[in-house]
């Protein structure tokens, strides 16, 4: 596959005023243009022109456009993982699953906006002889809103980018999308963004339904969330820039939502009779999920909540083992290694904060870190429950249950919590739990949360800062509700109902 350096806008490949050079983990260095707020602008404007015949196709001609997308992504497969592995660093294994996640996503959507249930159609019929007043013919459906952003995320070039579930949701809801694509994988964001183009080319779609913006510094970001033809953001990224990002979506004339899945410690409680049972075992799958891809995974569980004793020691001695033989990995960029080496810094300067295990490593490389600290320093320091990306744990060993209750009351708001337990836990477990639905999207048993199902059962999202929208998921079909909206319709002719409304009139 040959790689051109440009932007993709709406049909037509387009080179910007400069360049960057990509800063691979290995192989080659290439040239890309960079963004700029000029193209976000004709982007949007392509979308929103789309948006007048794509977003009142029929179903079957958006499930046949997603389902064209992920033939032409597997066509280009290898090429795919050839160069997201050297961009990312990360193994072909990983980019290989991630690619089958990737279609399998995009197929999935299709077949669900296929079914309609998604539409939530209903319907009132009139009452003209209601009394005291009549009651009007009602039809209620659900309608896309219109050009969608989505920013593509550091540690899923595939899954979370540009073809990824921001993006499939979108398509499938009928809302036209521009991307800005993630500077540290431009290579796979560009191959991805050609089977796209051959995909919407193939099934004769208007072009601006996609467009693709490489590089460019925040105005890019900032030009394309304020713009006034877009109408929702999909982003999953770091709490800073994603909070940013929001801020300036609340500060539009017209303010649009922000669905941004910023980051999550994901705390692991492992009640008292698991641990004596089973210590050793989940501290071998705690260590293996905390440095699963160096633990680049938003859903990576990072803290683990033991009640103090002989099993406790024995599940910390077991973790810091395990994570002694684990190397050094390679991180998706120099930045991002960087801040994993500035928050375990700053732990390790945390009063009360116990070095258990540290190793120095190369600039793009993170060895795993272990700490431990004690429920009450936990509880006076809110700055202990913030997220480090990579492979880093941290023990808290609280005095008593009741301790536990309080570290569970006081966190901010998760992705996910684990209960790691066996059946003579559950009365702590039950207690705990009503406390662990308030905090995050999803609660799991005797698992680690790092694998996430895409199906239509599945949250990923939680309470700030976790997301910035409670109410929703990036994850699971239910995604597409970030970008539709009810319309109801009253005493309009059937004949000029949308067509998936005329069969209920």
């Known amino acids: 596959m040959t790689l051109t350096g440009k932007h993709y806008l709406a049909g037509t490949w387009m080179s910007g005023d400069s360049t960057f050079m990509s800063t691979p983990a290995s192989g080659p260095a290439r040239e890309f243009s960079v963004g700029t707020p000029a193209l976000v602008d004709s982007a949007a404007r392509a979308a929103e022109a789309a948006f007048e015949s794509y977003g009142y196709s029929s179903r079957t001609e958006r499930a046949a456009l997603l389902d064209r997308i992920a033939d032409e992504i597997d066509a280009r497969g290898d090429a795919i993982t050839e160069i997201g592995s050297q961009e990312t660093g990360l193994p072909e294994a990983r980019l290989i699953g991630e690619r089958g996640r990737t279609v399998g996503q995009l197929r999935l959507f299709a077949r669900h906006i296929e079914a309609g249930d998604y539409l939530d159609r209903k319907h009132d019929t009139a009452l003209p002889q209601r009394t005291p007043l009549p009651r009007p013919d009602l039809h209620l459906m659900q309608r896309p809103i219109g050009p969608v952003a989505v920013f593509g995320a550091s540690n899923f070039p595939l899954a979370f980018s540009v073809a990824g579930g921001d993006t499939a949701a979108a398509l499938a809801a009928g809302c036209p999308v521009v991307v800005k694509g993630h500077g540290g994988h431009p290579g796979t964001s560009e191959l991805v963004a050609q089977a796209i183009a051959a995909a919407i080319e193939a099934c004769g779609v208007h072009p601006g339904v996609f467009s693709l913006i490489q590089g460019g510094a925040r105005d890019v970001g900032q030009a394309l969330v304020q713009h006034p033809l877009i109408r929702a953001v999909g982003f999953t990224g770091s709490l800073g820039g994603g909070r940013a990002l929001f801020d300036l979506c609340a500060q539009r004339p017209e303010p649009i939502p922000f669905f941004g899945e910023l980051g999550s410690v994901n705390p692991m409680f492992l009640l008292p009779h698991a641990v004596t049972a ?228």
Request: with cysteine.
């Open 278 to 505: 089973r210590g050793a075992t989940l501290a071998a799958g705690w260590v293996g999920a905390l440095t699963m891809g160096a633990g680049q995974f938003c859903t990576n569980p990072g803290l683990a909540i033991v009640i103090g004793g002989p099993e406790a020691d024995a599940f910390v001695a077991a973790a810091t083992e395990a994570l002694a033989a684990v190397g050094a990995q390679t991180m998706l960029t120099d930045g991002i290694a960087d801040a994993y080496r500035s928050g375990a810094c700053r732990l390790q300067q945390s009063d009360g904060v116990r070095d258990l295990l540290t190793t120095s490593c190369d600039l793009r490389e993170a060895a795993p870190c272990l700490f431990e600290t004690t429920g009450k320093a936990w509880l006076a320091n809110e700055t202990l429950g913030e997220e480090v990306f990579g492979p880093l744990g941290l023990v808290v060993r609280v005095s008593a249950f009741d301790e536990m209750l309080a570290l569970a009351r006081a966190l901010q708001g998760q992705l996910t919590c684990t209960l790691q337990l066996d059946a003579a836990d559950n009365a702590q477990a039950r207690a705990l739990l009503p406390i662990l639905e308030r905090k995050a999207g999803r609660v799991l048993a005797n698992g680690f949360p790092t694998g996430v199902e895409v199906s239509d059962t599945m949250v990923h999202g939680g309470p700030y800062p976790a997301s910035t929208n409670f109410g929703a998921t990036s994850v699971g079909t239910m995604s597409i509700r970030r970008f539709l909206r009810p319309v109801c319709y009253q005493n309009i002719p059937a004949d000029l109902l949308p067509a998936d409304l005329q069969v209920c009139a």
